[in-house]
C-alpha cells in the first residue's frame, strides 16, 4: 500500500524556554516504543516543526490510517500513555481546541 493522504497538525508548547529545550530533547531521543506506536498505526511519515511555541505536524499515512484506530490503540498502550502524559508538561492545548484535544488537525486553503 502507498501514502495515500498527508495530514498536517498544530499545538503550542509553554511559553518558556527551558521546557521548549526540553521538548525539543525529548524529540532527538523519542522512545522506541512510541516509533513503533507510530509505525504501526500506518504512518509512513511524521515530522514536527517549530517556530517558537507553536508546533507543526506533517503526516503521511497509508490508506488504512484511521485516527479513531491510532486513538484507541494509544489508549490501551501504557507507554504510549506515559509519553503522552510526559509531554503535557511541554504542551498547551491551542485556545479552541477540544477539552483534552493537543494536536489540532488544520484545514488546508493553498495549493499549488
Keep these: 500500500m502507498g501514502i ?59 490508506e488504512n490510517f484511521s485516527f479513531k484506530k491510532k486513538s484507541e490503540a494509544d489508549a490501551a498502550n501504557t507507554k504510549v500513555q506515559e509519553w503522552e502524559q510526559l509531554m503535557w508538561k511541554y504542551q498547551k492545548a491551542l485556545p479552541f481546541a477540544k477539552p483534552g484535544e493537543k494536536w489540532v488537525l488544520m484545514e488546508k486553503i493553498f495549493e499549488i
Design 4 to 62: 495515500s493522504k498527508r495530514y498536517c497538525l498544530a499545538v503550542d508548547l509553554k511559553d518558556d524556554p527551558k521546557l521548549i529545550r526540553e521538548y525539543d530533547q525529548h524529540h532527538q531521543a523519542v522512545w522506541p516504543e512510541i516509533l513503533d506506536s507510530i509505525r504501526s498505526a500506518g504512518i509512513e511519515s511524521m515530522e514536527i516543526y517549530r517556530v517558537q511555541n507553536r508546533l507543526f505536524m506533517i503526516m503521511e499515512v497509508k
